[in-house]
């Protein structure tokens, strides 16, 4: 094998294979990389087995074909310290090494048989429907912050999707909570599609944010029982599916909640996090006092102190409840409008939050006790 390729195309790729490889693998071959150069291009595969990706780079200059693995840290670590945009010549030599050299760096890399490489060859064309990656990146973005790190109800650490119908309108709808918080939201289908609910893994949800940040195109999904097929221009990720059942998160939202907070998002996002500024722990409290058009918000802690401020709002009632500021904070940071607004019941109850200019998308917040 021996091949050369540009710096810049083989950092981004090498750079992606992070996030899907594990640091402490029990099998060596998993913090490797597979490198299969043929017909002009270089496919690089990770994988950890629950999540496999797979990307090309086109228009490389291949002298020899063959495939090979080595450690995926190590040759990222060198390739993102050579100059950039430069070539890289990379060679398999008879010693089972990966030479690796550009201008005056010269490596000699440790390589495992690419035989003992881990690959899946299903087929997932059965069910196939294409999105638009803005689309995608937003539902992910809305809904990721609610995923619940709590292992032990493993149904909840990701991000639930499945098809729903709104006056003879199809939607695709992501939902996520950790039961203190919930995030729905929800993009149009151009029609319906073939589609059974999945729950989509946390570590899955974060790698496909990142290729979808440095994309703008079209993204083909397909799944099959237990995995989920997302095809890029130059890039698949093939995940495996959370195997549990969702809750039923249509009961949770708030259907009585009459008492409307408006509010500047930006003053109010600012001020929460101003308050919660004297809390060493975010998981504090932060105490909204409400009267007519005035919200109060206070901290309290007993080690460093407390804060208060005052802002104007829009707001018809008398109403004292806390919320957990980094909830608030999480959700206020996803919205796009100039407002927000949160819907009251009473103390007891959750609070429910809308950005006024997007209406696919709602948020319900526990308040804290006491």
């Known amino acids: ?99 690796l050299e550009s201008e ?98 946390k570590k899955t949800i974060f790698q496909l944010c990142s290729l979808l940040d440095n994309y703008d195109g079209e993204v083909k999904i397909s799944n099959i029982k237990s995995k989920i097929k997302f095809e890029l221009n130059e890039s698949v990720l093939i995940s495996k599916l959370i195997d549990g059942k969702f809750p039923n998160y249509i009961q949770v939202i708030p259907k009585n909640n009459q008492k409307k907070l408006e509010i500047e998002l930006k003053k109010f996002l600012n001020s929460v996090d101003r308050v919660a500024s004297v809390s060493l722990d975010k998981k504090d409290g932060v105490k909204f006092d409400l009267s007519k058009d005035i919200l109060n918000l206070s901290v309290n802690n007993t080690n460093s102190g407390d804060g208060k401020e005052t802002l104007n709002v829009k707001f018809d009632y008398d109403l004292q409840i806390s919320f957990n500021s980094k909830y608030l904070i999480d959700v206020a940071s996803q919205l796009d409008g100039e407002n927000v607004e949160i819907f009251f019941n009473d103390t007891g109850s959750p609070a429910l939050i809308k950005d006024p200019g997007d209406f696919d998308s709602i948020y319900v917040v526990m308040p804290m006790k006491g």
Do not use: W
């Open 1 to 99: 094998m021996k091949f050369n390729v540009n710096q810049n195309d083989f950092q981004q790729a090498l750079g992606f294979c992070q996030g899907v490889i594990e640091k402490r693998s029990t099998l060596p071959i998993l913090s490797n990389i597979l490198l299969d150069a043929q017909n002009s291009k270089l496919i690089i595969t990770a994988t950890d087995l629950d999540l496999i990706f797979i990307h090309e780079i086109n228009n490389i200059e291949v002298i020899m074909e063959g495939r090979t693995t080595t450690t995926s840290s190590t040759i990222y670590d060198i390739v993102r310290k050579l100059s950039s945009g430069k070539k890289i010549n990379l060679t398999l030599t008879d010693k089972n090494k990966l030479h």
């Open 104 to 201: 005056k760096s010269d490596f000699n890399l440790n390589c495992m048989s690419a035989s003992e490489f881990p690959l899946t060859d299903e087929n997932f064309n059965q069910n196939e429907f294409s999105i638009k990656s803005k689309h995608l990146l937003k539902l992910l973005n809305k809904c990721k912050f609610s995923i619940s790190n709590d292992e032990t109800r493993h149904y909840l650490s990701g991000i639930y999707f499945h098809q729903t119908e709104v006056d003879d309108k199809f939607y695709l709808t992501a939902v996520a909570t950790d039961s203190h918080r919930m995030s729905i939201s929800k993009i149009r289908l151009e029609k319906k599609i073939i589609f059974e609910p999945i729950i989509l893994p």
